[in-house]
């Protein structure tokens, strides 16, 4: 179990979780969905868990504009307004429900829709900045809860304290995760939900 801090560093990085579509990676000029597909592909093919992982697909897109998550296309074509939201929804789905994220984006949506100044852009910069502060802080977090886990588990046989430690060091990555996200849940239920 013993990681040491080169080998945090290297799972970590293994994830490539820094990378990102930047702002500037969005084309100013309206796209086509295979288009924004591919953009998708290109950009984001290292968030894969295997190669068969679909990071955008076009069932997905049109099923979040059924959802209203996501505003129609403008003659086919979708603007760098839709691009963000894309990303936005990929980051999302990965804990929040489709219904969750309609709660989330129906005002956003909306102004979007209707033309209305929602800086869509500076929001998404802001989210990658923290995201990306976020990212830094991981090795060392990781790094600490390992040493917890040690110092918690020196009573275990022997014999499986590697499996054991394994075990605890994802058991409370999922806890941590699952916390986090009752708390952004419980900001919908009270923010985006009642207050709508």
Sequence with gaps: MEFTENEIVSLIQ???????????????????????????DNKLAHLKRTENDKILTKTMINNYT??????????????REHIILLILIYNLKQSLSINDIASLFSVLIENLDEKNDIEIDKIY??????????????????????????????????????????????????NEANTKKRIAEKIIDEYFINNI
């Design 125 to 174: 910069e802001s989210f990658s900045k923290i995201k990306k502060i976020d990212t830094d802080n991981i090795s060392k977090e990781l790094k600490e809860k390992l040493e917890l886990i040690t110092e918690n588990t020196n009573t275990l046989n022997k014999e499986h304290i590697d499996l054991s430690q394994m075990l605890i060091t994802v058991l409370t990555l999922i």
């Design 14 to 40: 293994q994830l490539s979780l820094d990378k990102d579509i930047n702002l500037s990676d969005i084309p100013s000029l309206d796209l086509y969905m295979d288009q924004v597909i591919t953009l998708f």
């Design 66 to 79: 059924k959802a209203k998550i996501l505003m129609r296309p403008n003659k086919k074509k979708y603007t």
